[in-house]
């Protein structure tokens, strides 16, 4: 009988592990799927940058510009400007802050940060001044949030939004501006 305690244990660890072993990958699956709602798109208007130094970029974003949206539609209002460091791996990493102003009149502060991944095509653009599109980039997609004070965009300061580029240009001698699709992630 000294057995039977031993071969119990080893019966409750097996079945033990049996289980957890079944609930591991279902604990480790995916479990949800985020789903976007198109806000609007919108075009800054950009002054061109200055270099602090090789791995500092700021530039300012000029009043003008709009934003067009199903139900929000607007431009930007000064201040405003782009941080565009360059991180040891090569990719940009933004920190933005803009003001747009609705045509209402409200106002809703705008705050992200993302990361753009040139190719050598649209590095080649962007050296150049020429405009560059989502169809050359390899990657550039913001998180931006909102802020406002607005009874009708309110709703607006409770949402994580996504913004994924779709054209720009910044050089010397020419229009130089930012365009994002805008989706509130659900």
């Given at each position: 009988m000294k057995t039977a305690p031993a071969v119990l244990c080893r019966i409750v660890l097996t079945a033990c592990s049996l289980l957890l072993a079944a609930w591991l990958p279902a604990a480790h699956a995916q479990t949800t799927q985020p789903k976007l709602e198109y806000l609007m798109t919108y075009k800054a208007l950009l002054e061109p940058g200055y270099a602090i130094d090789n791995t500092l970029v700021i530039v300012n974003v000029l009043p003008?510009?709009?934003a067009k949206g199903p139900n929000i539609n607007g431009s930007f209002i000064p201040p405003g400007g782009d941080w565009l460091r360059v991180m040891p791996a090569g990719v940009l990493r933004?920190?933005?802050r803009a003001t747009l102003k609705t045509d209402?009149?409200?106002?809703?502060?705008i705050t992200y940060n993302g990361i753009i991944?040139?190719?050598e095509a649209s590095a080649a653009k962007l050296n150049a001044g020429e405009k560059f599109t989502h169809k050359d980039i390899d990657y550039f997609v913001t998180a931006p949030t909102f802020q406002t004070a607005s009874k009708k965009y309110?709703?607006?300061n409770r949402v994580q939004l996504i913004n994924k580029f779709v054209e720009g240009r910044l050089g010397k001698?020419?229009?130089?501006?930012?365009m994002y699709d805008v989706f509130v992630v659900r």
């Amino acid at each position: 009988m000294k057995t039977a305690p031993a071969v119990l244990c080893r019966i409750v660890l097996t079945a033990c592990s049996l289980l957890l072993a079944a609930w591991l990958p279902a604990a480790h699956a995916q479990t949800t799927q985020p789903k976007l709602e198109y806000l609007m798109t919108y075009k800054a208007l950009l002054e061109p940058g200055y270099a602090i130094d090789n791995t500092l970029v700021i530039v300012n974003v000029l009043p003008g510009g709009w934003a067009k949206g199903p139900n929000i539609n607007g431009s930007f209002i000064p201040p405003g400007g782009d941080w565009l460091r360059v991180m040891p791996a090569g990719v940009l990493r933004l920190d933005v802050r803009a003001t747009l102003k609705t045509d209402e009149g409200d106002l809703i502060y705008i705050t992200y940060n993302g990361i753009i991944q040139h190719s050598e095509a649209s590095a080649a653009k962007l050296n150049a001044g020429e405009k560059f599109t989502h169809k050359d980039i390899d990657y550039f997609v913001t998180a931006p949030t909102f802020q406002t004070a607005s009874k009708k965009y309110d709703y607006l300061n409770r949402v994580q939004l996504i913004n994924k580029f779709v054209e720009g240009r910044l050089g010397k001698g020419g229009e130089s501006y930012v365009m994002y699709d805008v989706f509130v992630v659900r």
